[in-house]
């Protein structure tokens, strides 16, 4: 198991909280919190060792395309790049259009 | 022309959703969400992504108007498998809603399983946790119908099947399953003559919702539809609280598994027809005629004679000895599941519980309550020396599960009728047998020995189960007491009352019979001025310093947000 962190800068604020995901094989859970900082940060915790880089740029990929000032916890159990980048999109769209997840 | 329309399947949801769609629209209220981030406290320290709600959902809400907490394991998170947190997750919600019920303000419990038993990198928490479980469920059904689904994906198994067996009405789809131990662990245990764990008609037809149904094992079957299965659990609100559950229904179950030769060729079919029969008021009993000795020999055995002081043990069931016999001031009963090279059961030849001892056990512990009813509750005192559940398929087809889950509502029922019920740990205390045969006491003695083990899996098997080497997994027993095999490190959890040192514990002489029996002496005056819930363990020094933190503050934290 690996712990990462990962900052990219922000602007866009976020409206609510966000759970998506499972820590399932070949899936991952995220936490999305908004921030009123102007970055993103990303913490990651993986059960498959050495894949910093890959990590960096998937994550690097999907903040430049989409701008969100939060702060992101992502569970890992060996989720492919392509996964990643599904639950961070659903993460984001849960984020500004489900009220349901909103935090009490 | 007739269309097969897409139904609203809750097998395919994840736990949030599956019990998000059975509660009325907008009622949903998670109690310790995600983001209350109370993660299993002991997985990352083995290497292992925990999950932020440690793969269980607590949920208050609606179900057409009525007042429910429904409970939702993810089997997607190692396997749907209780650990410290998710277990106590579910054993709290289920204390809160009994004192609601307590203080008659009526909630429905619904539990959704899809579960394979204890979570193995958490082991003795998961055993504890499933008792604690076992234990509240017991005490609701006096007020409120307990309602179990298994929608199917995993399935429930291992303690968790035992759990299952305990709830007033079980509900299954056809391709949910339930089963003591899992068609893997029986291939690896039994080999694969016993169970080919890859032939999935054999097991859906063996273990599967329709066969269950059909045989006396759960209520009733639905379909894979959210709002049929919304229907059916409310339909089940109305169980009738004075009708007998299925693990109380020790009767019709022994004459079931009375009708079994071992010869047969069992088959799922011929269950069914039996079962019918026995509803239908046929009897099969005991045979008499077979060779009655028992095996002298075992711990069981030894301590059992020793504490009676009956020179030789006979039994209806010869691997199940019980006699009666005075503690201190108390008349006692004890029970033990020893040996029996003769018997009946093959994969039950050893000290396992098996079906005959399951159901034995219970009937022995009912016998005492209702002869008992009116006076004096006499104690009850159970000799622990049990190596596992019986592995095979005859069992699973049988029901193992339930007769385990009659074991467990027994020795519930017994101590919070006011029996005090204690445990004496002599030698193995092993998984599902252990459950059924000394997890519901008030009180748990074990012997200071290193011949002395509690866990929820042979060595060997667990570590292919979790993917590890024997060598790794002893690496991770020192991070990790609660995956430990020694009675120590068991002790270091809270659970026990007292270990037991300085007596010859495999030849006892009358010194060291007399010690054990002013300890179970303590432990029975000690039971008698205390509550009858299995509480002693979450308030023990060992418990409130290390050894339940995490069961303690999830419990805290409940209450606070109830």
Redesign the interface.
């Known amino acids: 198991?690996e712990t990462l962190t990962f900052e990219f800068p922000a602007t866009r604020t976020l409206n609510s909280?966000a759970?998506v995901g499972?820590?399932?094989?070949g899936?991952l859970?995220i936490?999305l919190?908004p921030s009123s900082v102007p970055f993103v940060r990303v913490a990651v915790?993986?059960?498959s060792q050495g894949f910093e880089k890959t990590w960096g740029e998937v994550l690097e990929r999907f903040f430049t395309l989409n701008d969100m000032a939060a702060t992101i916890?992502i569970?890992?159990?060996g989720a492919t790049p392509g996964v990643v980048s599904l639950r961070l999109a659903q993460a984001l769209e849960v984020s500004q259009n489900d009220n349901?997840h909103v935090?009490? | 022309m007739t269309i097969n329309m897409l139904k609203h399947s809750l097998v395919e949801l994840d736990a949030r959703s599956r019990a998000e769609s059975i509660l009325d629209e907008g009622t949903f209220r998670e109690l310790l969400d995600p983001f209350a981030e109370l993660e299993s406290p002991h997985l990352e320290k083995q290497g292992i992504v925990p999950q932020s709600d440690d793969g269980v959902v607590i949920a208050k809400g609606r179900i057409n108007g009525e007042s429910a907490v429904v409970i939702s394991i993810e089997a997607s998170f190692q396997g749907g498998g209780i650990g410290e947190v998710s277990g106590a997750k579910i054993a709290g919600a289920l204390e809160l809603v009994l004192q609601d019920n307590r203080d008659n303000e009526r909630v429905y419990p619904v539990l959704l399983f899809d579960t394979g038993g204890v979570r193995l990198q958490e082991a003795n928490y998961g055993l504890l946790s499933i008792a604690e479980i076992g234990s509240a469920i017991v005490a609701l059904r006096k007020y409120v119908p307990v309602i179990g689904l298994v929608p199917g994906k995993i399935g429930a198994f291992g303690g968790m099947s035992i759990t299952a067996g305990l709830c007033t009405t079980l509900l299954m789809t056809r391709e949910g399953r339930i089963g003591l131990n899992g068609p893997e662990v029986i291939e690896q245990e039994a080999g694969i003559e016993e169970l080919d764990s890859q032939d999935r008609q054999r097991i859906w037809n063996a273990i599967g919702g329709e066969q269950r149904v059909a045989a006396g094992l759960a209520e009733r079957l639905v379909a894979d539809d959210s709002p049929a299965i919304k229907e059916a659990i409310h339909n089940a609100f109305e169980a009738d609280l004075h009708e007998n559950p299925r693990s109380t229904q020790v009767e019709q179950f022994c004459h079931l598994i009375n009708s079994v030769e071992p010869t047969d060729d069992l088959q799922p079919y011929e269950v069914r027809k039996r079962w019918n029969s026995i509803i239908e008021g046929e009897t099969f009993n005991y045979d008499r005629h077979r060779d009655q000795a028992v095996d002298a020999e075992g711990r069981g055995y030894t301590w059992f004679k020793a504490l009676t002081g009956i020179v030789s043990p006979k039994s209806e069931i010869p691997s199940v000895l019980c006699g009666d016999k005075q503690i201190g001031d108390s008349n006692t009963r004890f029970i033990s599941v020893v040996p029996d090279t003769h018997s009946k059961y093959p994969r039950a030849r050893n000290g396992e519980v098996g079906l005959e001892q399951g159901w034995a056990i219970a009937s022995y512990v009912h016998q005492a309550i209702e002869e008992d009813k009116d006076g004096e509750k006499r104690a009850i005192v159970a000799i622990v020396d049990v190596p596992s559940q019986a592995y095979g398929y005859r069992e699973e087809l049988l029901g193992l599960h339930q007769a385990c889950a009659a074991a467990v509502d027994a020795y519930a029922t017994a101590r919070m009728a006011g029996h005090p019920v204690v445990s004496l740990i002599v030698g193995n205390a092993i998984s599902g047998a252990f459950l059924s045969h000394g997890m519901q006491s008030n009180r748990v003695l074990a012997f200071d020995d290193e011949k002395v083990n509690v866990h929820v899996m042979s060595k060997s098997s667990a570590a292919r189960i979790t993917r590890r080497t024997v060598d790794e997994l002893e690496e991770a027993t020192k991070k990790v007491p609660a995956m430990a095999y020694d009675i120590k490190s068991f002790a270091s959890l809270g659970a026990l009352h007292d270990l037991i040192d300085g007596v010859n514990f495999d030849d006892p002489t009358r010194k060291d019979v007399e010690l054990v029996r002013e300890q179970l002496n303590e432990a029975i005056l000690d039971i008698k001025i205390s509550s009858r819930d299995l509480s002693s363990r979450l308030t023990s020094m060992q418990a409130v310093e290390q050894g339940r933190t995490a069961s303690i503050k999830v419990r805290e934290k409940l209450r606070e947000l109830w």
């Open positions: 198991m909280y759970h499972v820590v399932g094989s899936d859970e936490l919190e915790r993986t059960g916890k569970n890992d159990f349901k935090k009490a």
